[in-house]
């Protein structure tokens, strides 16, 4: 994550050649791909060192959110990529794709795919992803581990 911040960062300042360098060895280094444009707001993690993540580049994930390996968050046909809110907790394997939403508080099981907006407090699962259940109200607003 310290990693991606800082890409994050250089690339916010117009520092040049730096952030597509760090790009290329974090994707290297980890077998992930994070572009310096991505935004990532406090308290992102992302599990085993975010191995076989790749976000587009316009992606925004919210805070507290925390991504598993081999997640895919992308654009479809042309579209732009997804917003992701706060406090998500995005499973294994899981494609997120096209503009769409993710409200705060939603969980994304492992390896769905999801192509339509998601309402906050929402848990979703399968291929094509649908909602299977809410977030329990214990749950909202706390990061999910």
């Given at each position: 994550?310290?990693?991606?911040?800082?890409?994050?960062?250089?690339?916010?300042?117009?520092?040049?050649?730096?952030?597509?360098?760090?790009?290329?060895t974090?994707?290297?280094?980890?077998?992930?791909?994070?572009?310096?444009?991505?935004?990532?707001?406090?308290?992102?993690?992302?599990?085993?060192?975010?191995?076989?993540?790749?976000?587009?580049?316009?992606?925004?994930?919210?805070?507290?959110?925390?991504?598993?390996?081999?997640?895919?968050?992308?654009?479809?046909?042309g579209?732009?990529?997804?917003?992701?809110?706060?406090?998500?907790?995005?499973?294994?394997?899981?494609?997120?794709?096209?503009?769409?939403?993710?409200?705060d508080?939603?969980?994304?099981?492992?390896?769905?795919?999801?192509?339509?907006?998601?309402?906050?407090?929402?848990?979703?699962?399968?291929?094509?992803?649908?909602?299977?259940?809410?977030?329990?109200?214990?749950?909202?607003?706390?990061?999910?581990?």
């Amino acid at each position: 994550m310290k990693w991606q911040k800082t890409s994050h960062f250089l690339y916010t300042h117009h520092i040049p050649i730096l952030p597509r360098l760090m790009h290329i060895t974090a994707r290297i280094l980890f077998s992930c791909s994070i572009p310096p444009k991505v935004v990532l707001a406090d308290g992102v993690r992302l599990a085993h060192n975010g191995l076989g993540v790749v976000i587009h580049e316009d992606a925004v994930i919210g805070k507290g959110t925390v991504l598993l390996h081999n997640v895919t968050i992308g654009g479809k046909n042309g579209q732009g990529p997804p917003k992701i809110g706060n406090y998500c907790f995005i499973g294994a394997g899981a494609c997120i794709l096209g503009e769409i939403s993710i409200g705060d508080d939603v969980m994304v099981g492992a390896n769905a795919v999801v192509t339509k907006s998601v309402p906050a407090g929402t848990i979703v699962a399968g291929v094509p992803a649908k909602r299977i259940g809410e977030v329990p109200a214990e749950c909202i607003g706390i990061p999910k581990h």
